[in-house]
């Protein structure tokens, strides 16, 4: 049986689950289409209660228990916690255990550079297609359930997930082991 991976990215209304929820969340195989999954699209009553993330975060989580490695940029200490959060606090089933590939740690770990972030290591590698989100996006579309601001958000997210899997690409190199802290070692 072939070894599935995908990367992954969620976009949320605040960096901590007990005062925000995930917006919107792109799931790219490593071969197919990416599946988004977002806030407006998925909760009926997105316009009344934008405060209910349940079908978004259960939606990601079904994807994401498809695969046997999930690459996500400094996902060890925000996407993966963000999603257990969240997953607590709907009532869901707890977050599957998967191996993780997080080019954060493996750039903490393995490289020496200003910055470690997703648009800082593509900017090096010169593979940045990263697009800029501004807080203005972010209120339109939690605040006031703007749904252009959300169109703009996923396109965000899928973009960041393209960008990952170039940086990936560029730090397999460095991958020594897989494991569940991230491949930092």
Same mark, same amino acid.
């Given at each position: 049986m072939a070894i599935r991976s995908c990367v992954f990215d969620l976009e949320t209304s605040s960096l901590n689950a007990d005062f925000g929820i995930?917006?919107?969340? $792109?799931? #790219?195989?490593?071969t197919g289409k990416a599946k988004v999954f977002r806030g407006d699209k998925l909760n009926?009553?997105?316009?009344? %209660? %934008?405060?209910?993330?349940?079908?978004?975060?259960?939606?990601t989580v079904e994807?994401?228990?498809?695969?046997?490695?999930?690459?996500a940029h400094n996902g060890l200490r925000f996407d993966v916690p963000f999603l257990r959060a969240r997953l607590m606090r709907s009532g869901l089933p707890?977050?599957?255990? #998967? /191996?993780? &590939?997080?080019p954060c740690q493996l750039?903490? =770990?393995k490289l020496k550079v200003s910055f470690n972030s997703l648009s800082s290591l593509a900017n090096h590698l010169g593979c940045n297609s990263k697009t800029d989100v501004t807080p203005q996006h972010? @209120?339109?579309?939690?605040?006031?359930?703007?749904? /252009?601001?959300?169109? *703009? &958000?996923?396109?965000?997210? @899928?973009?960041?997930?393209?960008?990952?899997? %170039?940086? $990936?690409?560029?730090? /397999?190199? *460095? &991958?020594?082991? &897989? =494991?569940?802290w991230g491949s930092a070692r």
């Open positions: 995930v917006l919107c969340a $792109v799931v #790219k195989p490593d009926p009553d997105w316009h009344e %209660r %934008r405060s209910d993330d349940s079908a978004v975060v259960a939606a994807e994401l228990s498809r695969y046997d490695i999930w690459i707890p977050l599957p255990d #998967k /191996k993780l &590939i997080d750039a903490r =770990n972010w @209120l339109a579309a939690a605040l006031d359930g703007d749904e /252009k601001a959300m169109s *703009y &958000i996923a396109t965000h997210c @899928l973009e960041d997930c393209k960008t990952l899997e %170039r940086v $990936v690409e560029a730090l /397999k190199p *460095y &991958i020594s082991s &897989i =494991n569940t």
